[in-house]
């Protein structure tokens, strides 16, 4: 999903835009500095795995789309029900994030030789 992209859901998901419609270029521009902000924080966090240029990849749209739009949504006339829950969907996102940068756990086996 590239920046453009993931506008366009942002808004969509804090019901600013509807499916159809055109994204106004200065409500992608608040997105995608709100992306920027946000990618650097999550960066510092280690929480990316792409570069903040690239593409971001399909495991992490939704996260990414939840995070973004709650920094980004005190920018725009949200619906209150969709303000209350966005911060909780947020710090899920950060979550889920954090499970993606994590490997599989494989525990370091040992054997005694004393027996």
């Known amino acids: 999903m590239t920046k453009a ?7 969509q998901r ?16 608040i997105i995608e ?8 924080l999550l960066e510092h966090d280690n929480l990316v795995t792409w570069g903040s240029t690239d593409d971001i990849p399909v495991s992490a749209e939704l996260p990414i789309i939840d995070y973004v739009a709650n ?3 005190g920018s725009f006339t949200v619906r209150q ?5 966005m911060p909780q969907e947020a710090l899920q996102a950060v979550r889920d994030l954090f499970s993606l940068t994590q490997g599989d756990y494989v525990p370091d086996v040992t054997y005694s030789r004393a027996y």
């Open 5 to 11: 992209e993931m506008a366009v859901r942002v808004l």
């Open 14 to 29: 804090l019901m600013v835009l509807e499916n159809g419609e055109t994204i106004d270029p200065n409500d992608q521009l």
């Open 33 to 40: 500095q709100a992306y920027d902000a946000a990618y650097g």
């Open 71 to 73: 920094r980004a949504m």
């Open 81 to 85: 029900d969709i303000s209350l829950k």
